[in-house]
């Protein structure tokens, strides 16, 4: 249990376009998703808190206007990297949590590369 | 603040060498939980363990081992007789009871020869 899935694995954009990522739970309901940033061979920095229903609560430093997330159902919360640049690209990787989850399995990441 | 260190940035070993990833953690919270995960070449997060800051037992799964001690806030993680399957880059987190939002120490990258 406890499955955590993200889609796409990778991905390739160019500059100036929007991208979005999927980060869903598979088996169970996942009231709060966080979504973790991470640029090549650094930590990975919470971005964001969303909660089924209501607005996400981003983190110091993170253009709310640039990477909108939305979390509409309680299995989906995408992020769309809104006119994508080169110093966007990086690891994108969610979690979700639940009443039987608690945050500790992650989905399986977005590479995002703009060029 | 919630703050999570991994002093070692790189450690490199031979196959079947013990070798202990350190990491400190600070927080104000009385209630917390840790976690170590291994983070692959291929990106993605592989749990290991979570700890709650109530059980200092040390805890050990196989090759793997955890000393958690609360008096010098750290939570160490010991591979025993290592292989070249456990090169990757290994991250200690710390998350607050209530919201479960994560913060990841800076990472070790683990290289073992073999």
């Known amino acids: 249990g406890a499955v955590v899935s993200q889609h796409p694995s990778w991905v390739i954009c160019k500059s100036g376009t929007s991208v979005k990522i999927e980060c869903r739970s598979l088996d169970f309901q996942a009231t709060t998703m966080f979504w973790y940033r991470q640029f090549p061979k650094q930590s990975l920095m919470l971005m964001a808190t969303s909660n089924e229903g209501s607005k996400a609560t981003y983190e110091q430093g993170v253009e709310k206007d640039k990477f909108l997330i939305n979390h509409a159902s309680l299995t989906l919360s995408t992020l769309t990297v809104t006119s994508a640049h080169p110093e966007d690209s990086s690891f994108y990787i969610c979690?979700?949590?639940?009443?039987?989850?608690?945050?500790?399995?992650f989905g399986s990441g977005t590479r995002l590369t703009v060029v | 603040a919630q703050k999570v260190t991994q002093a070692q940035t790189e450690i490199s070993v031979v196959e079947k060498e013990d070798v202990t990833l350190d990491c400190v953690y600070e927080?104000?919270?009385?209630?917390?939980?840790l976690f170590w995960y291994k983070q692959p070449p291929s990106g993605e997060l592989v749990f290991l363990i979570r700890r709650n800051s109530f059980d200092e037992q040390n805890e050990i799964s196989g090759r793997y081992s955890w000393n958690f001690q609360k008096s010098t806030s750290s939570f160490n993680f010991t591979i025993t007789a290592s292989q070249v399957v456990d090169s990757a880059v290994y991250f200690c987190a710390l998350s607050e009871a209530d919201f479960n939002k994560f913060y990841f120490g800076s990472g070790t990258k683990l290289n073992v020869k073999p």
């Open positions: 979690s979700a949590s639940g009443r039987v989850n608690y945050g500790y399995t």
């Open positions: 927080t104000r919270d009385t209630t917390y939980y």
